[in-house]
């Protein structure tokens, strides 16, 4: 995987972390707006980064086993997350709450599965997962956190649209992945 389509899948994966940022920095006082971004950042971005690792780690011990189908395995998760993505862009602005350290958890698990999946497409890929990791998370701190910031400036339009650039773009990479491993690229 080429660093322009890992700074892509970074990208892509962000967008919930965006999306998510942008609707909830919609319901925070103004004074807040500053310290939640950054909050909405960290926790996204830890989560980002965390995640993929898992997911490698968690695939290493069979990639030996399915090395023949790796390809098709990278493309169908990509796939499903990124139609995924496209469907739930709706919801995607349906936080109307303030946020305690349990609650932004369970919004940065929920933003993060994706990722989960994305590593085990990158054990299959025998990538840099370090790299990769620490790309994903910091793309990903650096988007929520701008996402919190302008959230208020952007209203809930945006988040419907993150997502479904985000799902577009990783059913792209799914592509390019099954492409290059059937020849046809």
């Not at 305690?100 to 919004?107: G, I, P, R, S």
């Not at 085990?120 to 998370?137: D, H, Q």
């Not at 945006?158 to 390019?176: E, W």
């Amino acid at each position: 995987m080429s660093l322009a389509e890992l700074l892509l899948l970074a990208v892509s994966l962000a967008m919930d972390a965006f999306a998510v940022s942008v609707c909830g920095s919609m319901v925070l006082a103004p004074e807040s707006r500053t310290a939640g971004a950054l909050r909405f950042g960290l926790w996204f971005g830890f989560f980002q980064f965390l995640m993929p690792v898992i997911g490698y780690f968690g695939a290493a011990s069979f990639r030996d086993y399915i090395v023949d189908y790796d390809h098709w395995l990278a493309f169908a998760l990509l796939l499903y997350l990124g139609v995924n993505m496209i469907r739930e862009a709706k919801e995607a602005c349906d936080i109307k709450k303030s946020y305690t350290t349990k609650e932004m958890a369970v919004l940065a698990v929920a933003t993060s599965i994706d990722a989960l999946a994305v590593g085990i497409s990158l054990a299959f890929l025998n990538v840099n997962i370090w790299l990769s990791s620490t790309l994903i998370g910091v793309i990903t701190f650096v988007i929520a956190a701008f996402g919190g910031l302008a959230g208020f400036r952007l209203g809930s339009a945006v988040g419907a649209r993150a997502n479904i650039c985000g799902g577009s773009v990783l059913i792209c990479i799914g592509v390019k992945i099954l492409l290059e491993h059937t020849g046809w690229l």
